[in-house]
C-alpha cells in the first residue's frame, strides 16, 4: 500500500511540473505573412504545445522525412482548427503549415534541450520561402 501511495504522488507531481505552450498560427505577423507566433520553442519531455488557430486556413504538420526524431509517429492536424501535441520523445520536431509551407510557415519545438538530431533536420527538403527562413533558424538552433 505504501508503494502504491508513493507511486501515485509521484504520478500527481510530475503531471504537476510539465507546462504548456501556446503557438498562434496567424496570416500576419510583425515582418512577414503567414507565421507561427513562435518559430522555435523549448519544451521537456511530457510537456504539451497547442497550435491556436487564431486565423483560418492553417494547420500544423511534423515533417516526417528527417524532420523528426526516431519513433515518432505522423502527425497533421485539419486545416482551420487548434491542435495539441504532447511530446514523449526528445529531439527536435520541424513542422509547417500544409498549405503555407512554401511561404515560410515552418517552426521547430526542441524536446529536452535534445539536439541529437539536428544533423537530419539540416536534410529536411524545405521549399519556396521556407528554405530562406530556415537557415537562420537552425542556426539559432544550433548556437
Same mark, same amino acid.
Request: hydrophobic share 40%; charged share 25%.
Given at each position: 500500500?505504501?508503494? *502504491?501511495?508513493?507511486?501515485?504522488?509521484?504520478?500527481?507531481? +510530475? $503531471?504537476?511540473?510539465?507546462?504548456?505552450?501556446?503557438?498562434?498560427?496567424?496570416?500576419?505577423?510583425?515582418?512577414?505573412?503567414?507565421?507561427?507566433?513562435?518559430?522555435?520553442?523549448?519544451?521537456?519531455?511530457?510537456?504539451?504545445?497547442?497550435?491556436?488557430?487564431?486565423?483560418?486556413?492553417?494547420?500544423?504538420?511534423?515533417?516526417?522525412?528527417?524532420?523528426?526524431?526516431?519513433?515518432?509517429?505522423?502527425?497533421? $492536424?485539419?486545416?482551420?482548427?487548434?491542435?495539441? +501535441?504532447? *511530446?514523449?520523445?526528445?529531439? %527536435? +520536431?520541424? +513542422?509547417?503549415?500544409?498549405?503555407?509551407?512554401?511561404?515560410?510557415?515552418?517552426? *521547430?519545438?526542441?524536446?529536452?534541450?535534445?539536439?541529437?538530431?539536428?544533423?537530419? %533536420?539540416?536534410?529536411?527538403?524545405?521549399?519556396?520561402?521556407?528554405?530562406?527562413?530556415?537557415?537562420?533558424?537552425?542556426?539559432? %538552433?544550433?548556437?
Amino acid at each position: 500500500m505504501k508503494l *502504491f501511495v508513493i507511486l501515485l504522488s509521484l504520478l500527481f507531481s +510530475y $503531471s504537476a511540473l510539465a507546462e504548456d505552450t501556446t503557438i498562434d498560427m496567424l496570416n500576419k505577423g510583425e515582418d512577414r505573412s503567414m507565421v507561427f507566433s513562435q518559430e522555435i520553442v523549448r519544451v521537456d519531455v511530457g510537456d504539451t504545445v497547442f497550435w491556436k488557430s487564431v486565423d483560418k486556413g492553417h494547420n500544423v504538420e511534423f515533417i516526417k522525412k528527417n524532420g523528426v526524431p526516431d519513433g515518432v509517429d505522423k502527425f497533421k $492536424s485539419k486545416v482551420s482548427a487548434d491542435a495539441e +501535441y504532447t *511530446f514523449t520523445i526528445p529531439g %527536435i +520536431y520541424a +513542422y509547417w503549415c500544409t498549405p503555407h509551407k512554401s511561404m515560410g510557415m515552418i517552426g *521547430f519545438v526542441i524536446v529536452g534541450d535534445d539536439l541529437s538530431n539536428l544533423e537530419s %533536420i539540416k536534410k529536411v527538403k524545405f521549399i519556396g520561402k521556407s528554405k530562406k527562413i530556415a537557415q537562420p533558424l537552425i542556426a539559432e %538552433i544550433e548556437g
